[in-house]
């Protein structure tokens, strides 16, 4: 079997294995083992032997695309290239080729005109490492939530939830429900990763929000559970009614929602997808409005030109002249704002499904779901998706539509870390750090750094995993949250203690500056290079290198300070800290794993920069210049941030020395003790306030659209009470009165005559019953009576009518 056919086999049924596990675990989840604990069984077998079948179709990859210094060399000539280019110095060879990749159908839903909707596969380098990276993290998680949900084997007494009698909830497990919500969770993420076309995308990318909607509110009973669970489904649908909006106007002006070409059997093409469309090989591979968009735009041509052909040449002669007009039209920007359109809607969806700025507020209100569900979602599926997406969509973004990204990043980035540095919540600091890194994933994106965007969000993957599994180990050994009545755990705790600390120290980007690090500092490092090349041929924009290097000090400072105030110190509640005590190995066995990962799989040697620049999509390395709506608007290229020693100096210096600020800041704090942090949040009290409640969205959305929405909401109400329901009412009751009056017509009148006269026959009836006696001699007695009776009268009547 080669390639192009394993590799859909392999991924489809590591795809499908954690639906299978679902369906199972819906009809036979209660009966499997005692009190449901085979579904974890099943659930673990499922996501762990996909894992399998990812590494297997990854080494096939590998076999194929083998990773050697011929790629390495490749881009640093690109990068030399692309650095001439930026010099001023012509280009004398092609741009990259388009990357190599496999697309197809496995079944066809629905074709009308151009509509086309499919059940397919997109899959190149960057697929396989996704469906690896999801699957083994998720393993990990799986195993570890065997152990954390344990009690759900049982009848749960939830004490956050109080009965109007006085007492706590008691509820029956579900355990066997979690894993069921897990593996619909992975099947819809995996979906998403390997479909072939945006609308496939778009349908596990709701299936995803769906599942996080279940597993958030998974303690449903808590007010503050089924708050966030709504709160998280409604955000996200305000992001996904722009990534409509993009569908709409990539399909109305392109035609198509597949990503890839479709070829025949022999290689032929057949139609070209979205990516081909955007970037064509008679372009360069640069982004161009296709014709789709430049006719769109220009429709009044277009009709005029119609309507001239139509009285002399006809149709053909009209399309030879609109065909000769389109050059002229793109060049006069035809088209292009549709583009800007297109892309500013898809990144709308990104937006709220990795909660960026305005859409974050959901994201920290997730943590009320089960800790392995935080893990998940913050790591590997829900909040990954978004970034992925843009990553996977990045050659249909123009540069306006990129610095949009950029700067939404860097907000993010900067208000989400400064909120974590005041939280108390040891999820909720996670929660932040997360927010702030996707921050910085879309910061790298939209400054033109792809492969230092998703190299971060492989990288964080693997900590964050291992930092939420920490938190829930803490939280299931202390029953607490909150982190100042922690401390001195180390002792009780060290491989939680430990594993955690590896997870603080690769997010924070630890390493020598140009010799080693933890996984984040290759990552981060990429990351400040980029913003910093940016910025340097764009000076206006020089707040988004200061927003990333300030953020990766404030990430020192809260990673820290959770570690210390967790860890470190005397116990600050002796009844906590008396009945801490470290994780079964069930789950801290999982940590070590991941922590083993979270340490080294950013190193240069295991080639995984190399696995994603295989598919980095054509034409996005070269260095662009001129955007339409800011002509000044430069995204330089991205090899020039690891070539140029002016760059990639200066950043990695800067990148270590703002981290060891936050960490010696956090140190000096909550470590030495040589500053007293009340005293700090006193002498700052306001600001204290305001990043205690959060820059005040919450408020500040509550203000602008939850009572406004309330208070139409209740006039709606009234109305509908007051006058629709009293109207609808005083009808009913006129048609009931109605109806009464005709009951009784037809009761007493009409149905009383029949029956008055059936009655009368009936009475008749019965009493002439009585004259059949059966006795002959009556009867003849009868004849005789009534043969008189009958002459009397005949007699009687020819009488009168003689007389």
């Not at 590997?380 to 249909?396: D, E, H, K």
């Not at 002016?646 to 981290?659: D, E, G, K, R, W």
Request: proline share 4%.
């Amino acid at each position: 079997m080669n390639l192009s056919n394993a590799l859909p086999t392999l991924l489809g049924i590591a795809w499908l294995l954690p639906l299978a596990s679902f369906v199972l675990i819906v009809f036979f989840g209660k009966h499997m083992g005692s009190h449901g604990k085979g579904a974890a069984y099943v659930a673990c077998g499922a996501i762990i032997t996909a894992f399998v079948l990812s590494a297997i179709a990854l080494f096939g990859w590998l076999g194929e695309h083998p990773l050697s210094a011929k790629q390495h060399n490749a881009a640093t000539e690109r990068g030399e290239l692309a650095k001439s280019s930026a010099e001023g110095v012509a280009p004398t060879e092609e741009p990259a080729a388009p990357p190599a990749y496999y697309s197809g159908d496995w079944y066809s839903l629905v074709e009308v005109g151009k509509l086309k909707i499919t059940i397919g596969w997109y899959i190149d380098a960057l697929t396989v490492a996704m469906f690896c990276m999801v699957t083994l993290i998720a393993s990990c998680i799986h195993v570890y939530a065997t152990g954390y949900m344990h009690d759900e084997l049982h009848d749960v007494t939830d004490h956050e939830v109080h009965l109007s009698d006085g007492h706590h909830l008691v509820r029956p497990g579900r355990f066997h429900q979690f894993f069921q919500y897990l593996s619909l969770f992975c099947f819809s993420m995996l979906g998403l990763v390997i479909s072939g076309n945006l609308a496939m995308t778009f349908v596990f990318w709701e299936l995803v929000g769906i599942c996080s909607y279940f597993l958030i509110g998974f303690y449903f009973e808590r007010k503050s559970a089924s708050t966030a669970a709504n709160k998280a489904f409604i955000v996200n649908r305000v992001g996904d009614f722009g990534f409509i909006i993009g569908l709409m106007a990539l399909f109305g002006a392109v035609g198509t929602f597949a990503y890839g070409d479709t070829k025949d059997a022999d290689g032929k093409l057949l139609a070209r997808g979205l990516f081909s469309e955007m970037r064509s090989p008679e372009n360069a591979y640069r982004l161009t409005p296709p014709d789709g968009m430049v006719k769109s735009a220009a429709s009044e041509k277009v009709g005029e030109i119609v309507q001239d052909h139509r009285q002399m040449g006809g149709d053909v002669a009209a399309q030879s002249e609109i065909t000769s007009e389109m050059r002229d039209w793109r060049s006069d920007g035809w088209g292009y704002g549709l583009l800007v359109v297109a892309g500013l809607g898809i990144f709308c969806g990104c937006v709220g499904k990795s909660a960026q700025f305005p859409l974050q507020v959901w994201l920290p209100d997730a943590m009320e779901g089960p800790t392995p569900v935080s893990a998940l979602v913050h790591s590997a599926t829900m909040v990954a998706a978004g970034v992925y997406l843009v990553g996977r969509c990045f050659p249909l973004f123009t540069q306006e539509v990129l610095l949009v990204i950029a700067y939404v990043g860097c907000i993010t980035l900067f208000i989400a870390a400064t909120i974590a540095i005041v939280a108390v919540d040891i999820k909720r600091v996670l929660a932040y750090s997360t927010v702030s890194q996707l921050g910085y994933m879309m910061l790298s994106l939209g400054v033109g750094g792809w492969i230092a965007g998703l190299f971060h969000l492989f990288t964080h993957a693997f900590f964050k995993s291992l930092l939420f599994m920490c938190s829930g180990s803490v939280i299931h050994a202390c029953h607490t949250n909150d982190m100042r009545k922690m401390g001195g755990l180390l002792k009780k705790m060290p491989y939680t203690g430990y594993t955690m600390l590896v997870g603080c120290l690769a997010i924070i980007g630890t390493g020598i500056p140009f010799v080693a690090g933890f996984s984040g500092y290759y990552s981060k490092d990429s990351i400040i290079a980029q913003a910093l090349s940016f910025t340097n041929h764009n000076p206006v924009h020089r707040v988004l290198f200061i927003a990333a290097a300030g953020g990766a000090s404030m990430t020192a400072f809260y990673m820290f300070r959770l570690w210390y105030m967790t860890f470190i110190g005397k116990p600050k509640d002796h009844q906590v800290y008396e009945h801490a005590h470290e994780s079964p190995k069930v789950m801290w066995i999982p940590l070590v794993i991941l922590a083993v990962f979270a340490f080294g799989i950013g190193w240069p040697m295991w080639g995984l920069t190399n696995l994603l620049e295989q598919a980095r999509p054509a034409g996005t390395l070269e260095t662009v210049k001129g955007a339409v709506i800011w002509p000044s608007l430069e995204h330089p290229s991205e090899e020039l941030s690891h070539t140029d020693m002016a760059i990639h100096v200066p950043a990695s210096i800067i990148a270590f020395s703002t981290a060891l600020a936050g960490f010696l800041l956090a140190t000096v704090f909550y470590a030495w003790r040589l500053l007293n942090p009340e005293e700090v949040r006193q002498q700052f009290s306001r600001l204290y306030q305001f990043l205690w409640h959060k820059w005040y969205f919450d408020e500040l959305y509550n203000v602008i659209f939850v009572q406004p929405v309330l208070f139409v909401s209740r006039r709606v109400s009234d109305f509908d009470k007051k006058v629709i329901d009293r109207f609808i009412d005083g009808c009913a009751l006129a048609v009931r009165g109605i109806s009464t009056i005709d009951d009784a017509i037809d009761r007493w009148f009409v149905d009383g005559l029949v029956n008055w006269v059936a009655s009368a026959i009936h009475s008749t009836g019965l009493s002439l019953r009585r004259v059949q006696t059966g006795r002959l001699r009556q009867y003849v007695m009868l004849i005789i009576v009534g043969t008189v009776a009958l002459f009397i009268l005949i007699t009687f009547f020819r009488s009168s009518w003689a007389g």
